[in-house]
């Protein structure tokens, strides 16, 4: 299996990485999310999809936030705590009013998903990946006689 995901550099020269103070939790969590998407601003072609990746080390949240990426536009993380959260930060990164192309009209998020994974308990990584609008991707899949199906609605 095969995913490909374009993105353009100005969305990429916005992600946001943080090691938090294991102390902040949640609450750290979300106020970090907030702050790299009010930081981006119009930087990255608003509105936004964005990918948050909590956990493992500091290359790892990069990757989980990144995969968020991928998960189908407004579909909740499984985790009922998690989809909460996604809940309140779509809501909270839209007050922001950013707007299309960073003008304030509009919204500034189409949506967030979080991906979250174990981490030590001396550290709280977090990472922000930021995609402009035009998300897309595609996935191929080989089959072993060697048959490509497409699957371009992911």
């Not at 020269?13 to 930081?39: C, D, S, T």
């Not at 998903?113 to 030590?120: C, F, G, L, P, Q």
């Given at each position: ?49 964005v990918g948050v990746g909590v956990g493992g080390g500091e290359d790892l949240c990069m990757l ?65 990946v930021i995609s402009c609008w035009a998300l897309r991707h595609a996935k191929a899949t080989i ?12």
């Amino acid at each position: 299996e095969i995913v490909a995901m374009p993105k353009g550099g100005g969305s990429t020269n916005v992600a946001a990485h943080r090691m938090l103070k294991p102390g902040l939790g949640i609450k750290g969590v979300k106020q970090f999310v907030v702050e790299a998407v009010a930081k981006a601003g119009s930087l990255g072609c608003p509105p936004y999809f964005v990918g948050v990746g909590v956990g493992g080390g500091e290359d790892l949240c990069m990757l989980l936030a990144k995969k968020a990426l991928l998960r189908p536009f407004k579909v909740r993380n499984s985790d009922p705590n998690v989809a909460a959260m996604e809940a309140e930060l779509y809501e909270k990164l839209n007050q922001l009013e950013i707007g299309a192309m960073g003008l304030g009209e509009g919204p500034s998020v189409m949506d967030i998903h979080i991906e979250m994974a174990a981490r030590h308990p001396a550290s709280l990584p977090v990472g922000v990946v930021i995609s402009c609008w035009a998300l897309r991707h595609a996935k191929a899949t080989i089959g072993f006689d060697g048959l490509v199906d497409i699957d371009t609605s992911v």
